[in-house]
């Protein structure tokens, strides 16, 4: 197999077009999402629930996926949090003596996770910017700790600088009270330990997930899982392992996430797609005053509500993005109200959503055009000094670039030229030697993102662009088994499988495009 099958002789992009048409239609098809497994949650599911069906195969999955090194997940401290669930659940296992497992293997493997644990939290230790790591990390290491002393001779794991338990206490304190959860919150709950199981104050969503994840499901419904509440969570629980055959995603559902920006890729690299009406209709029913979510049991976010305005209006069915007022903050926009922290593709994406909506919509112009002009500049201004951008929901600077080269490329003007050209160029120096573009390694992701930026933008015809464009789509198209390496960030990476099919959809047609053009 190859990263996407092509017809590079004919230029009609004819079997793009039916990959795309395949993908649309698997959408329909698994509307929760196509997410790829996480370490964290999984382990987290062997640790709280080990009466869920598939409990050997998430125990493998872990065993199978430790790397040689003792660690779990990504480099450059992407691993801790991996690596402390998946050493903890392990630990679980092996103390309770679950029926089936082999102790001695078990402890090995837990040997092996604390030797790098003890390691990384002895010494200093950059952690990135991932949602709810300062209270993940703590509940983490107290029942690794709480664990342990069943082991003879156990050391205590140390919290990094700068950590503490006190924050952690009060979310126990807070949700044992019964007071109201926001839902923000509700995507970590399993940080609460006991007081998580049954509290008062959380319900299940209609499809019986309490803050589309697993993790946080399973710690709501508790260790035996036996009261008649818990019916639909644990239904919920049963089909998200039926649907990943045990090892479980880190986020479920992601329906409005997964569609808007598959969508929003294909369309804008001019791929030719029939989109069903029924998906239209499905993610303007979402968007309510409050913005949409990406799906079942979040809170609203202007991503999400950005993302699919701008594939609305890009469809030709424009939706007022009055809903998008409540997330400004100053003069750029906040994932959601109270956020800590910014990113430059949120704002991106705002700025994609108010542009083709006022494209779209000319009278309405006026309304948003100081939004325009004053995101425009504040994105050109957290531009890298290599020509660069970095963001908070994806490792790679490739995805953060391409969001903010194009939105400014397409909606910010003559002021935002140069920031656009700074960001081609840092692309073309970028490329490694067969074709391909990425952070730690050549991606089929990160190359889509890269190629996009060279033929989505002003000197789309330059040589050394359609040059190394080329070098890309040989790089696409060169047979691989790899699955897409998880590059976006949540409580854990992970990959949403359709979106980057889409992105390498999209820049596998635009490609081809260039490379039957010719030199122009």
């Known amino acids: 197999m190859s990263h996407v099958d092509t017809d590079t002789g004919t230029g009609t992009g004819t079997d793009i077009a039916a990959d795309a048409a395949l993908l649309l239609k698997s959408l329909m098809l698994r509307p929760w999402g196509q997410v790829s497994p996480s370490v964290y949650e999984t382990g987290r599911l062997v640790s709280l629930a080990p009466w869920l069906t598939g409990h050997p195969q998430r125990i493998d999955y872990l065993i199978d996926t430790q790397r040689p090194d003792g660690a779990w997940g990504a480099p450059d401290g992407y691993g801790l949090v991996p690596t402390l669930s998946a050493s903890e659940a392990i630990l679980a296992a092996a103390t309770r003596g ?118 946080a499901t399973a710690a709501w419904v508790g260790e035996r899982g036996e009261r008649e509440a818990d019916e639909p969570a644990r239904a919920h629980l049963e089909a998200v392992v039926r649907l990943h055959g045990g090892p479980v995603p880190v986020g479920l559902p992601i329906t409005v996430f997964e569609r808007g920006w598959v969508l929003s890729l294909l369309v ?18 979402a968007i309510s005053p409050d913005g949409t979510p990406a799906g079942y049991g979040l809170p609203p976010d202007a991503d999400t509500t950005s993302v699919a305005l701008y594939t609305l209006a890009l469809l030709g069915s424009p939706c007022e993005p009055e809903c998008l007022w409540s997330f400004r903050s100053g003069v750029h926009f906040s994932t959601w109200p109270g956020e800590q922290g910014t990113s430059v593709s949120v704002n991106a994406h705002v700025l994609d959503a108010f542009g083709q909506y006022a494209a779209r919509r000319p009278a309405a112009a006026p309304r948003y055009a100081q939004a325009v002009a004053e995101l425009s500049r504040w994105i050109a201004d957290q ?90 789509l040989s790089y696409l198209t060169c047979p691989t088994d790899a699955s897409p390496p998880p590059l976006w960030m949540d409580k854990d990476l992970y990959a949403p499988l359709a979106i980057t099919r889409a992105a390498v959809l999209a820049s596998t047609y635009l490609a081809t495009r260039a490379r039957v053009a010719g030199p122009a």
């Not at 490694?432 to 789309?460: C, F, H, N, V």
């Open 268 to 285: 804008r690299a001019g791929v030719p797609v029939t989109v069903p009406p029924e998906m239209l209709a499905d993610i303007r029913a």
């Open 383 to 472: 531009q890298q000094p290599d020509g660069s951008w970095t963001d908070r929901w994806h490792v790679s600077p490739y995805y953060a670039t391409v969001s903010c080269a194009l939105a400014l490329d397409e909606f910010g003007g003559e002021p935002a030229r140069e920031a656009v050209r700074a960001a081609a160029e840092w692309v073309l120096a970028t490329q490694r030697p067969d074709g391909s573009w990425g952070r730690w390694e050549g991606t089929a992701e990160e190359t889509a993102y890269a190629m996009q930026i060279l033929l989505l933008t002003e000197g789309r015809a330059d040589l050394r662009r359609t040059a190394a464009a080329d070098r890309g």
């Open 98 to 215: 679950d029926a089936g497992t082999d102790p001695r293997r078990l402890l090995e493997a837990v040997e092996r996770g604390l030797r790098v644990l003890r390691g990384w939290l002895g010494g200093p230790l950059e952690l990135p910017d991932m949602p709810a790591i300062e209270h993940i990390v703590p509940s983490l290491v107290a029942l690794i700790n709480q664990r342990g002393e069943e082991l003879e001779g156990y050391e205590p794991l140390p919290l990094p600088a700068g950590m503490t338990y006190d924050t952690l206490q009060l979310v126990k304190q807070w949700i044992k009270s019964g007071a109201e959860v926001p839902e923000k919150l509700l995507h970590a709950l399993e940080i609460a330990g006991e007081e998580a199981a049954g509290a008062p104050g959380i319900r299940p969503t209609p499809i019986g997930t309490i803050g589309a994840s697993p993790a």
